[in-house]
């Protein structure tokens, strides 16, 4: 054995010597996680607040509705295509300006929407829906949708939703639930790379929801998060924050040879089921040819967005008819987005023909109650003991 | 592999995960460090902690952040000192920081005591490299990229590291 192979031995056992385990790296940890927060440089500061914001959570749910709405306002609107959607980040809407990627439902089989965002302003755009813009002024709580084909520029109310919390408001209440951590339990899952790249990830659970994000190292901003809740996952992706963005993208003007029309609006309060039943019975009457649709699901709204379109000109509807039943849908869409139930809803209206009594369709239990509401293919309502609710 | 400059970008936006990473791969030569000053365990072992949780709270003023080994070890050492000298002061009379380390309860073997107290005369990027090899068992890929250097760098770094612990262990051997 040479004098350097002997050396590296030694060394070797030198270090064999002094050890490793978990002593050491448990004590230091579990004293900077009881410890009072490090004063850390802003930036910093702000990934924990965007981090630990149940906010965010709520507010996604908020735009999606809306979005939901809008899909079937654009498409009974007549627009020849359209579909509309998402907001999810409600805090990066103070930021001067962010660009992003929404997806909702299952991973790799959905359309993907498109925000432009300018402080409270909105411009959606959805992949599989050519030629209509979707403005949106969180401020006024009003949408301008822009069908270019038809030149047509609809105003839609969105009552009800109350004022969105600026950014500064949402950061403020981030800190309070961040140093209260009731809600969610965070998993700081270190570095991972994905593709070639790495990111910082956070894992937020809470009972009902679990809130992924993508951190990048260098600009300490998400690129990426995922929301998921029992009944939907939405992820945002390519999040990019202060792109230079042209103002007059987000004007709620409407161009000078635009014809406008008026479709009314949708009242967030109001969140009922006999909405809901109309919904479903407009649903399948107009648009799936008498029978429920396969799925309420947010995401395959998105999805099936063009449907709404066809159907409604197969129907032979004048402007006015589609735009009252379009409100019409959309109001039903608010009892399962801002479900207010307890539990999770259920839907089973797959191939089930309108009118049909003996089929439950959609059943749910309503806040402090001891049944269950369970609505049939005919669209009567019934109220079932938990022992008696369909398979 | 992680660089140290990344985790100590992903402990600053946040990440207590990756601040583990950097004890888990550091916690060998801390202790060494330590250990040369204190030439006891248990004390090196709080000198250790100790500095980690410095190095914690001091983070955000470190510049240059691929540097982190380097720094954490200076943190360690000036932690030793301060702990040998509050011992100092309770026992006084005994003015050495560094005592002979031969007994077997807590104490080094002698001759682990001299290849350590070698190991610390090095120069410190030297000395960072062979306590990331041989105490905490990287490979040299590792090491190139924990601290963001080429594999041809550091295998020539840790050569002449080798070469010059050899010289002083011949100089022992006389």
Known sequence: MTLEDKLERKLEELGDTIGSGEGLVNAVMNQIESSEPVKRPESV????????????????????????????????????????????????????TVTMDILIGPEGRQAVIHDEVMGSRIRRTVSNVQGTDIIIDLEQMKVLALTHAEKTATYIGLDGLGKMPNYLELLQDVVTRMQNKEEFQIEDQGLQEIDGHDYIVFVAESENETITIWVDPETVLPVRIKQKTPNMQIICNNLQFDVVLDESRFSMEVPDD?????????????????????????????????????????????????KFDQAFKQANLTKQQEAEIAMRWG??????????????WHYAGKGVELGDGNTPIFWYQPKDSETWRVIYGDLHVED???????K | MQSDEKLVNACLAGS???????????????????????????????????AF???????????????????????????????????????????????????????????????????????????????????SRHSVKDIAQITGRSVGT?????????????????????
């Open chain 1, 331 to 344: 109001q039903g869409l608010v009892f399962i987005r801002f479900f207010k139930g307890q539990g999770q």
């Open chain 2, 16 to 50: 207590n995960k990756a601040f583990e990473v950097l004890v888990r791969r550091y916690e060998r030569p801390i202790r060494a460090v330590a250990l040369g000053v204190l030439g006891d365990f248990h004390r090196a072992e709080d000198a250790a902690q100790d």
């Open chain 1, 384 to 390: 079932i003991a938990p022992d008696n609710l369909p």
């Open chain 2, 53 to 135: 949780i410095r190095a914690w709270e001091k983070l955000p003023g470190l510049r240059n952040r691929e540097a982190f080994g380097p720094w954490i070890t200076k943190i360690a050492r000036r932690s030793a000192i301060s702990i040998a000298q509050r011992q100092v002061r309770i026992a006084s009379g005994n003015c050495r920081l560094v005592q002979a380390i031969e007994k077997p309860d807590g104490r080094l073997e002698s001759d682990k005591q001299r290849l350590l107290a070698a190991v610390m005369k090095l120069r410190r990027e030297q000395r960072q490299l062979i306590m990331l090899r041989y105490f």
């Open chain 1, 45 to 96: 500061l702000l990934l924990r607040r965007i981090i630990m914001n149940s906010k965010i959570s709520k507010l996604a749910a908020a735009a999606v509705i809306i979005a939901a709405i809008m899909i079937g306002i654009n498409s009974f609107l007549g627009s020849g295509t359209s579909v509309a959607f998402a907001d999810v980040i409600q805090p990066i809407l103070d930021a001067r």
């Open chain 1, 258 to 306: 635009y014809v406008v029309q008026q479709a009314g609006g949708i009242d967030f309060k109001k969140s009922s089921e006999s909405d809901f039943i109309e919904t479903l019975r407009i649903w399948a009457e107009i648009i799936e040819d008498g029978y429920f649709p396969d799925s309420i699901n947010l995401g395959d709204i998105v999805k099936n967005g063009p």
């Open chain 2, 154 to 174: 550091i295998t020539k770094q840790l050569s002449r590291a080798r070469g010059k612990l050899k010289t002083q262990f011949e100089r022992a051997g006389k």
